[in-house]
Each structure stands twice: as C-alpha cells, then as structure tokens.
T-cell receptor, first 115, second 113 residues
Framework: ETGVTQTPRHLVMGMTNKKSLKCEQHLGHNAMYWYKQSAKKPLELMFVYSLEERVENNSVPSRFSPECPNSSHLFLHLHTLQPEDSALYLC??????????????FGPGTRLTVL | QQQVKQSPQSLIVQKGGISIINCAYENTAFDYFPWYQQFPGKGPALLIAIRPDVSEKKEGRFTISFNKSAKQFSLHIMDSQPGDSATYFCAASMETSGSRLTFGEGTQLTVNP
C-alpha cells in the first residue's frame, strides 16, 4: 500500500448505529487530518493531529470522535449521526501540521450515507 | 475573512482549448495558494501552487496567474485534454494559520473530445 488509504470506501448507517472510519498513511508523515466534503461546498477541516496529539478541532459535533493511536493511523468514530452528516469524509496527511507550503496528501475518502 | 471564492462552478471546454478558473480572497495574510485536482472516486491531489511574491507559475500546461493587488488568482489549463476532466479546488493558507487550508467551492471541468 502506498500513500493514504481509507476504509471502508462506502458506508451506509442508521442514525442509531455506531461505526468507525479508518485511515492509514504510508508516507512517514507526522500530521493527519479529517475533512468533510459535501456537494458544492468547500472542504471543511474537522480535526488535525500532530504526532498523535489533537491540535485543532473545528467546532465539530461530539457525535464525531477522532482517535489517533500513532502517527500512521487515524480513526473517526461515528455515533447517533444525522442525515445531514452524509458526505465524503477525506483523510489527509502532511510532513508537519504547521506552516505554509505544507502539501497535504489525501486518501480516496469514505462515502457515508446516513439513513 | 477566511473565505476563498471560486468561479465558475462548472466549465465545459473543447479539446485543445484553454480552461480558466478564478479565485478571489479577502485575507491579505494568506501566503500560499495551491490548486488541487480531484478525479471521481479519488481524493484531491496537489496540482500546482504559488507564493504571492511571484505573479505567475507554470508547470507544463498548467499556469497560475496571481494578482496581489486585486487579491485574485487563477488557473489556466492550456491545450485542455479529456483527461483533464476533474474537479479543481483553489485554496489558501498562511504561515500563522498552522495547518488550515481554506478551500474554494470547486469547479467541475469537462473537456469534450
């Protein structure tokens, strides 16, 4: 595996379910990110981790819970979601969390549908 | 103040033509302006980026033009090809914003054969 991988690629869940999204980066990077991509909207940054420590949390509802057990893995735990949470969830990584000129490498995303 | 406005929302170009996508920003502290390209079923990938100390950057058929006084930058795709059909996002960030990239809304480009 190379780059940034995400599983599952597609997920359908009910509002009462609990599920988790997984991301793994094979680039030796120190920072990882979760983004939400909705149709015709800019990508929304949700969480940032640097060396397994959460450094940014952009007012995301508590029904989304991130976990970063090490610098290569990132999870997004989901519970009691709403239909408006249906979107493409993208994971990204970069060499470091701060500064400009800091290219982020994206995974293919998980297409989430909440019924 | 953190927004980046992108236009058009969609663009159809004939093969061999020039595709132009525009972005405008408000925050003069932005100091890095990347463009990302996203194909269906894939995540965005960095295409080309520019710093505000230059007015133009070219990489192959892709050129960024940057107008600091107008707070605008644009992506030009010369000799557009059907394989360029994708969604393009402009973005901006600043040194002091840490990891935050502020993205535009995206432009869906279709290049007809």
């Amino acid at each position: 595996e190379t780059g940034v991988t995400q599983t599952p690629r597609h997920l359908v869940m009910g509002m009462t379910n609990k599920k988790s999204l997984k991301c793994e980066q094979h680039l030796g990077h120190n920072a990882m990110y979760w983004y939400k991509q909705s149709a015709k909207k800019p990508l929304e940054l949700m969480f940032v981790y640097s060396l397994e420590e959460r450094v940014e949390n952009n007012s995301v509802p508590s029904r989304f819970s991130p976990e970063c057990p090490n610098s290569s893995h990132l999870f997004l735990h989901l519970h009691t979601l709403q239909p408006e949470d249906s979107a493409l969830y993208l994971c990204a990584s970069s060499r470091r969390a701060g500064g400009s000129y800091n290219e982020q490498f994206f995974g293919p995303g998980t297409r989430l549908t909440v019924l | 103040q953190q927004q980046v406005k992108q236009s058009p929302q969609s663009l159809i170009v004939q093969k061999g033509g020039i595709s132009i996508i525009n972005c405008a920003y408000e925050n003069t502290a932005f100091d890095y302006f990347p463009w990302y390209q996203q194909f269906p079923g894939k995540g965005p990938a960095l295409l080309i980026a520019i710093r505000p100390d230059v007015s133009e950057k070219k990489e192959g058929r892709f050129t960024i033009s940057f107008n600091k006084s107008a707070k605008q930058f644009s992506l030009h795709i010369m000799d557009s090809q059907p394989g360029d059909s994708a969604t393009y996002f402009c973005a901006a960030s600043m040194e002091t914003s840490g990891s935050r990239l502020t993205f535009g809304e995206g432009t869906q480009l279709t290049v007809n054969p």
